[in-house]
């Protein structure tokens, strides 16, 4: 109870006092009034003193709460982070394996049908394909490099720019995808055309 209130009750006692015809205050009557007014203070104190633990108690909750929800989103977009970037690195991989695999198979190939005789469309038929599986390769190894300047901009607080790099990274490995499919058609038919299928 603030001071103030305390002298008003004494006020109010007193005037309560005047009304009923006293004009003097006994001493000892004043101590009981004080003593029990006291009591009341005290409660009064003791109660609020037992709110602001409860409020203090709530707050840390909350407090605590909020800390570890935060910790639980930190750690869950780190993973996904983690996740995001191995996928993209077994993208990058796969890209250039296969495309360079085709290439190794198509070279492998064409020095073998090189000793038989073979017409010049299936040559350059295959020679396109080597080409366009070297194009495949070409595009996931470029893709590989421009991770590094996506990261460098996300780490520089460039968003803008890693995500326009990041989204160029993805057009180009699905070009290196489409330049495998594309190489892979045309060695299809040159091999068709060569064995007469």
Avoid: P
């Amino acid at each position: 109870m603030k001071a103030s209130e305390v002298l008003k009750e004494i006020r109010h006692a007193l005037s309560q006092t005047k009304e009923q015809g006293h004009s003097t205050v006994s001493i000892e009557a004043m101590e009981n009034y004080l003593k029990a007014f006291d009591k009341d203070v005290e409660n009064d104190t003791y109660y609020k003193s037992l709110n602001q633990e409860a409020e203090l108690a709530k707050f840390n909750a909350a407090n605590d709460r909020n800390i570890a929800y935060a910790n639980n989103q930190t750690a869950h977009s780190l993973a996904m982070f983690r996740s995001v970037i191995t996928t993209g690195q077994s993208a990058l991989r796969s890209s250039m394996v296969v495309n360079g695999g085709a290439a190794v198979a198509l070279l492998a190939f064409t020095g073998k049908i090189w000793e038989t005789q073979t017409s010049e469309v299936v040559a350059g038929s295959l020679t396109t394909s080597i080409f366009i599986f070297c194009l495949g390769v070409l595009c996931a190894a470029l893709a590989a490099g421009t991770t590094y300047l996506s990261q460098l901009a996300f780490s520089s607080d460039w968003e803008k720019v890693g995500h326009s790099i990041n989204c160029f990274n993805i057009v180009v490995v699905l070009s290196s995808y489409g330049l495998f499919g594309f190489g892979a058609f045309v060695a299809a038919n040159s091999l068709g055309v060569h064995f007469g299928l």
